[in-house]
Structures are given as C-alpha cells and as structure tokens.
C-alpha cells in the first residue's frame, strides 16, 4: 500500500493535542485496509521520523484512528508545527 493512501488527514482535537505533548505522540485517520506496518512505514516516509509504536482503533463512525508514538530522539510537536496542526 502506497503511504500516501495509507494515511489520511491528522487529527487534531483536545485530547490529541495533549498526546502530541505529554505523550510524543501524533494521531491519524487511516485507511481502515492499513495495518499497523503500513502506517508505521508511511509516517516514517511522509514525516522523516523514527516510530515506536503504533496502535490501531475503529472510531464508531467507521473510520480507523492510529496513534503513533514516536522514538523519543523526535519530538511531535515539530511534526505537528510541520503539518500545521499546532
């Protein structure tokens, strides 16, 4: 799966930006087709970042949310700042 169909939009709501800085991590809307390798490859491509950790949920409007910690040598911040959502 190509990485620019795996990941969707980011989210950013309260919550999510709480991860983004008590948590090093970011949040995504995903191809509900994409495994937790998929995304964890495209964020690393798209984002120029080191993933930890990747987990998966299906919101209960039908659409897949992953959220990706990220190595602890890469802040989410600068990715957030980067993708405009901060």
Known sequence: MD???V????LMTEAASL???KENKLVFIVNL????KDVKKAVEE???VEVERVNLQI???GEKKAFVKL???YKATD????LGIL
């Open 3 to 5: 990485s620019n169909e």
């Open 7 to 10: 990941i969707l939009y980011p």
């Open 19 to 21: 991860m983004v800085e």
């Open 33 to 36: 087709k994409a495994t937790k």
């Open 46 to 48: 798209l984002y120029e």
């Open 59 to 61: 919101t209960p409007q």
């Open 71 to 73: 190595h602890p040598d």
């Open 79 to 82: 990715v957030a700042i980067k």
